[in-house]
């Protein structure tokens, strides 16, 4: 016997047939049944072994269901311990390619104000969750136990709990979820400190069972992703039945229920509608003969038993009912022949003694003896579908288009198109069209337009764009094709989105050069970037310490391809980089660039002696006399005012010579000295020489300066001499024809006459 919800086949043996081979008799009979199921635990004969975790959770017991048949349940009960997290997950679960499923629940939970001396952890619910996977991969430990990657359905509460007086009772809930993409899925509960047991747990969905309409016959339809989707189900003609209206196509809701039929077919000639408009039967007195003593037919609880033929009468087991009554549980009954072998609607393929086949879904064959069934109009076969393959058509536009801009470059992504045309090798393209809007016309993209990965036969939904003109219209549009998208005569249906770029940052700054570099300073200089897409507001110059790394840098603009850099450490290496900017923003910046300033040096002079001693680093590069001018103006401005404070001091110094007091002239000389100036220091007043540079140049790491040699000694003083690590000219001047410039570093001014021997020292 067939099971509940199973299809049943009645056939009439060929040594029933006549000599004229015309009475080939099939009936087809679909009961109501229950919704499909994919997993029910009262099925389970042996232990489900689930997965919990922790081990201490969830426990697998035996039970008894409401029939006292044997089932096999879970249950928890960690109430009086805090912080619980226990969970139980099923078998893996293949889907069918089912979109929404259903879960039954049968379950019972204490009370918690039943039990005495628990904390107010305590819960009266649990958590119901899934989790999709291509197969059954999952462990003890992955995917992780927690939400997401699991995907939560619901919060499961009773609607009644029963205490320590009472016996349980038994909440039933149902929850659905979906859409369902990969190949199945588990089901997992988690329980936060609830007193319960997981009685059943069934799994199943909904489908619409096939049935015939306007003389059409409709496929098993699975129901939609959602409760509230509407699946379209084709339909194709009855045997010896004709299209008068098209599409014919028939809605299955989200309850598994027929509505809304579309189309129609109707008897051709010769043929009269039989069977309560389900049939088109031949009009010959040997059909109706045959009709007329169909027997008495039964139907019970949806098993069919054999249909046995003696004489001209069909038996079914010892019993004979009226048609009419029968009808009453009858869904569909799919064709009944009274044609040759191979008859309208049916096929075969090959010769040999195999069978005729039903047309496959979306073909037709009008006539008897066919080897193939013809596509119907707007289906078609690929030249690799065999003529068992269903007929099949183009998909639907492609759907949930999301662009992103940025200045010049799209992002975009689509979602699948809603109907697949029947069909799994489904795939894109994307073309680009460039559009005017002052001639309101669009035309492909130039070739320089790069679709990343390619623009053609694209599987998965999602391309990047470069290289678009900026302030530019363009419109894209994405095809959905498949195998029979050749055979259309149609434009492949599409999906349009229309965006405007944006302006374009400029490029980056193809190289820095140091022109100039000083203890404490450098001047740079570099080229525009190639493509500037727009005028450039400024620049911006980013600059750190080499060893110290990008998170300290400093920053700095200039208004042209050119700036120096001020207040730097001496002898230490830099890492700059420029970019420019437009009213797009910011471009790249250049690639990092190593430069360093030059070493300090400070000289420490004897103080008897009134000379001026000027330090003047190697020449840097030449300047043009724009960049010259102010410093030249500077120069000039400064020499006066430093021959105006010669003379002052000369002054001074011959009132003190006739007065005879070193001292006093030396105090005088300190109201003349420049602010900021550092003052001359003996380094003979130290024993240690090293000593006398350290209290003067405090700045300067001692581990960069050594003593070379001693160059005197005696009276005047020794001589010593420091030397750093670059070339360097000492050069000593009279006071008179001094110059300040922006060369020097440090400045002594002995303050008497003539000169002495001084030290140098270099950093």
């Known amino acids: 016997m067939d099971s509940p919800g199973h299809e049943s086949l009645a056939c009439i043996p060929k040594s029933a047939e006549s000599p004229k081979n015309r009475h080939i008799q099939i009936v087809k009979f679909m009961p109501l049944g229950p919704p499909e199921t994919l997993m ?17 959770g969830w426990e697998e017991v035996s039970g008894y269901d409401d029939a006292m048949n044997p089932i096999r349940t879970y249950q928890v009960c960690n109430v009086r311990e805090l912080n ?34 628990i904390p107010g952890s305590c819960k009266e619910t649990f958590n119901l969750f899934y989790y999709e996977s291509d197969s059954d991969s999952a462990t003890a430990t992955s995917p992780f136990w927690m939400e997401n990657p699991y995907v939560k359905v619901d919060t499961i509460a009773p609607d009644e709990s029963f205490s320590m007086l009472e016996s349980g009772r038994v909440n039933t809930k149902v929850r659905s979820f979906g859409p369902l993409s990969k190949a199945g899925f588990y089901l997992a509960f988690q329980d ?44 194709t003609c009855v045997p010896n039945a004709l299209e008068v209206s098209v599409p014919l196509k028939l809605y299955c809701n989200g309850d598994g229920e027929w509505m809304v039929p579309v189309g129609a077919c109707t008897c051709a000639a010769g043929f009269e509608p039989a069977m309560k408009d389900t049939q088109c039967q031949e009009e010959t007195d040997e059909a109706k003969k045959i009709i007329s003593s169909v027997p008495m037919l039964m139907m019970r609880h949806g098993n069919l038993e054999d249909l046995m033929l003696t004489g001209s009468e069909i038996a079914v087991g010892p019993e004979k009912v009226n048609l009419d009554e029968l009808t009453e549980v009858m869904i569909s009954i799919e064709e009944v022949v009274l044609q040759p072998a191979c008859g309208p ?4 393929s090959k010769q040999g003694d195999g069978p005729c086949f039903p047309c496959p879904a979306n073909s037709r064959a009008t006539s ?29 536009a492609p759907r949930s288009v999301i662009s992103s801009v940025n200045e010049t470059l799209l992002l975009l992504e689509w979602s699948e198109p809603r109907d697949m045309g029947g069909r799994e090798d489904v795939f894109y393209s994307v073309i680009c069209k460039k559009c005017l809007p002052e001639r309101g016309m669009c035309s492909r993209c130039d070739d320089n337009v790069d679709i990343s990965p390619r623009h053609l036969g694209l599987t998965q939904r999602r ?18 094709l498949n195998g029979v998208s050749n055979k259309s005569p149609y434009t492949p249906q599409f999906a349009a989105v229309n965006i405007t770029t944006n302006q374009a940052a400029p490029s980056a700054v193809p190289t820095v050069h140091l022109m100039a570099a000083t203890a404490s300073t450098m001047s740079l200089s570099w080229l525009p970037p190639e493509k500037p897409n727009g005028i450039i507001l400024d620049y911006e110059i980013k600059y750190h310490e080499k060893d110290q ?7 700095m603009t200039a208004q042209r391809s050119n700036a120096r850099i001020e207040g730097l450490k001496a002898g230490t290496p830099y890492v700059v980089q420029v970019r420019a900017r437009t009213v797009a923003g910011y471009g790249r910046y250049s690639s990092p660039a190593d430069f360093s300033t030059n070493l300090q040096k400070f000289f420490l002079f004897n103080p008897r002696g009134l000379t001026v001693f000027q330090f003047t680093p190697l020449a840097d590069p030449p300047k043009s006399w724009q960049e010259q001018l102010p410093l030249i103006v500077g120069s000039i401005t400064a020499a006066l005012v430093f021959i105006i404070a010669v ?6 110094c011959l009132r003190k010579q006739r007065n005879g007091s070193e001292s006093e002239y030396t105090e005088k000389l300190q109201q003349y000295i420049t602010p900021g100036m550092k003052v001359y220091i003996d380094p003979f007043t130290y024993e240690d020489p090293n000593e006398a540079v350290r209290e003067f140049a405090k700045e300067i790491d001692v581990s960069c300066v050594k003593i070379e040699e001693v160059i005197g000694a005696g009276n005047p003083p020794k001589l010593l001499s420091y030397r750093g690590k670059t070339a360097s000219h000492l050069q000593a001047i009279p006071l008179e024809d001094f110059t300040p410039s922006g060369t020097f570093t440090q400045l002594i001014v002995s303050p008497l006459p003539p000169p002495t021997p001084a030290t140098l020292v270099t950093f």
């Open 549 to 555: 790394g990008e998170a300290i840098a400093h920053t």
């Open 345 to 348: 609607g049916s096929f075969k």
């Open 368 to 396: 008897g003896a066919a080897s193939i069934c013809s596509c119907r109009n707007g289906y078609y076969r690929s030249d690799t579908d065999t003529p068992d393959s269903p007929c099949t058509t183009v998909p639907s």
């Open 192 to 235: 936060l400190g609830a007193c319960m047991s997981l009685i059943s747990v069934r799994v199943f969905y909904k489908k619409c069972s096939t049935t015939i309409a306007n003389f059409a016959v409709f496929p098993e339809t699975a129901t939609g992703a959602e409760a509230t989707s509407l699946v379209i189900a084709p339909g």
């Open 84 to 117: 619980q997290n226990n969970w139980l997950r099923s078998d893996f679960i293949p889907r069918k390619d089912v979109l929404r499923v259903y879960v039954e629940m049968k379950f019972t939970v204490r009370d918690c104000n039943s039990i005495p001396n």
């Open 463 to 480: 391309v990047t764009v470069r290289n678009l003109q900026a302030h530019t219209q363009y419109s894209f549009e994405i095809q959905a």
């Open 647 to 652: 003379v002052v001091i000369g002054i001074v």
């Open 40 to 56: 029910d635990t009262k099925w389970a004969t042996t232990e489900l072994a689930w997965t919990a975790h922790p081990e201490t």
